[in-house]
């Protein structure tokens, strides 16, 4: 009886030194992938050529997830490159997202409004101006490019109409349809 109580507390011995083993080698892991993430992370915001601001990544068993944003395809190419050319990295997903600033929602609705308020501005300044006397100037906005168009009275009036519109903030450009009434 002796030997199988023996037999069974070298089992359990056995058992229990397995699991320590195992356990060990999880948080050694772990630990891994924790530094190897962290070093990921630096290399991505040190680089003076990348802004890895809204780059996250993960790393599980050596292999590393990015996601977030970037303005270009060469900034998600080139942080691909970076995490690859690190030693540790035994795999990549790259799930980053290709996001410019001027091609999102808002900043459509911001240039409308922008728009909107720009020929606001330029057809009230064309109604107050003194030596402009014409009410028959249409004014339209896009992209800060303002096209003039309508009825005036004069080449003076035509070329005044010009510089109040070029005046106005946000304009970029003047388009000049207007046409001399006879």
Known sequence: MSRVIRNFLLLTA????????????????????????GYIEATLLLNGNLDA?????????????????????TDKDLAQELVLGIEGVNGLENMLTVFSP?????????RKLTDGKVA??????LLVAPDIGSTKINVNSNKGVVVLEGQVKSDAEKQLAVEVAKKASDVEQVINNLKVSD
């Open 14 to 37: 056995l058992s229990s030194a397995s699991l320590y083993v195992q356990a060990g080698n999880y948080w050694k892991a772990s630990a891994q992938d924790g530094w190897l993430d």
């Open 120 to 125: 606001t501005v330029v057809k009230t300044r």
């Open 53 to 73: 601001t809204s780059i996250d990544t993960d790393v599980e068993n050596g292999k590393v997830t990015l996601r977030g944003k970037v303005e270009t395809d």
């Open 102 to 110: 001027g091609d999102n929602e808002d900043s459509v609705v911001q």
